[in-house]
Every structure is written in structure tokens, then in C-alpha cells.
């Protein structure tokens, strides 16, 4: 397996932020060829990629799918939550043959599109500040809390996925824009839709046996 930031990337200070997300993602589209593979996305996004590869991968989950969708939107948040968790890494690492998937440009900038008015509206009210995720640690507990959010989005959950989706996109997004303020409210809502999500499968059991 190939570690995509092998290649020698330019050094960049932990603090140096550049460009907010929405505009980011359009200059990558910009600027790339007919296809964008996610190895070009993580790389575009460097240190900031654990958010944003979250923000990419929950905003989906926020719009009506197919029965089933879930199943193949959560896996790809479940590996990016674990590797928050678990890697020693600050930035996101893709297998080769994940890493080589190629998209077609033209829908990944019309999702861009679509998603940069919400990630503008965002950026007016996420914004550097309180940044507490000064170790690894720190990062690590985040980490965690997104995985179960991941994997509750994964499980067939009636009316269980839309609020852990919103919580993880918050979540990144406050990630790419080191806002500490606006993690902890991701956090918040990320338990809060952890404990609507326990009353769902209670009620769900509960009704299963009183049938039964």
C-alpha cells in the first residue's frame, strides 16, 4: 500500500489556513482534469483532511436516498472516523486502491455547487476559534465520538440517520475550520441524535414484542 503523502508535500504550520472549504473544493474542481481521484481530494485538503473527507461523506446522508443508501454512504465515514480514532496520523491515509477511485469531475462540481451555498451560510458562523484540539488525544476523542455516529449512519435505523449525518458534518466542518466552539456544538448534537436514535430501536423492540 501506497502512503499518499509520501511524495513530499510542502510544510504547512497546524494554524496556516488559507482557503475556507467551499472555496477550496471549487478551485480543485477548477483546476482538475476529467476525472478526481480521492487521492487528489486528500491531498488538496492536507492536514484539514479528516473533516473534510466527514463534511464530503455526511452531507449526502442529508438528503432522501434509496432504501440501502446508507449501507455504502456510512462505510467510507466509518474508515475516516476509525483513522481520527485510531491512526498515529494527522491526516487522512488511503489505501492505493481507494486512493486511485476516479469520479467524473462534472458531478463532483455539481455537488460542489450544491453544497457551497450551505458551506458558504456555514462559514459566516464557523470560524478559527477556541481551538482545543492541540494533541492527538484531543482528536482522538472526537475520533470516537465520530465513529459511533458513523456507525449508527451505516445501520438501518428508521428516521436514525438524518440528525448523526447533520452532527458528523458539523463536526468536520468546525474540524476544517479549527473551531473549537463549533465542535463542541457537533458534539452536543451528535449525542443528542445517539440518544434519539437508542429511543427509536427501544420503541422499535418494544412494539416487535408486543406483536410477537
Do not use: C
Amino acid at each position: 500500500m501506497t502512503d499518499i503523502f509520501a511524495t513530499g508535500l510542502p510544510a504547512r504550520a497546524a494554524t496556516h489556513h488559507p482557503q475556507q472549504l467551499s472555496q477550496l473544493l471549487r478551485n480543485l474542481s477548477l483546476n482538475a482534469g476529467p476525472k478526481i481521484t480521492l487521492r487528489e481530494l486528500a491531498v488538496a485538503m492536507e492536514d484539514r483532511s479528516f473533516g473534510a473527507f466527514l463534511v464530503v461523506f455526511a452531507l449526502p446522508n442529508l438528503i432522501p436516498l434509496p432504501p440501502g443508501a446508507t449501507f455504502i454512504l456510512g462505510l467510507p465515514l466509518i474508515f475516516v472516523a476509525w483513522q481520527m480514532l485510531a491512526s498515529r496520523r494527522t491526516r487522512i491515509w488511503l489505501p492505493q486502491r481507494m486512493g486511485d477511485y476516479a469520479f467524473e469531475n462534472t458531478t463532483f462540481f455539481v455537488f460542489v455547487n450544491r453544497i457551497t451555498p450551505w458551506l458558504q451560510r456555514a462559514e459566516t458562523l464557523i470560524r478559527p476559534r477556541g481551538w482545543f484540539l492541540g494533541s492527538r488525544f484531543a482528536e482522538r476523542l472526537i475520533g470516537l465520538l465520530a465513529l459511533i455516529l458513523a456507525i449508527v449512519i451505516f445501520l438501518p435505523i428508521p428516521f436514525g440517520n438524518w440528525l448523526p449525518a447533520f452532527a458528523l458534518a458539523v463536526i468536520g466542518f468546525a474540524h476544517t475550520e479549527r473551531d473549537g466552539l463549533g465542535l463542541v456544538a457537533g458534539a452536543v448534537i451528535g449525542i443528542v441524535s445517539l440518544a434519539v436514535a437508542s429511543t427509536v430501536i427501544l420503541a422499535a423492540g418494544a412494539l416487535l414484542t408486543f406483536i410477537f
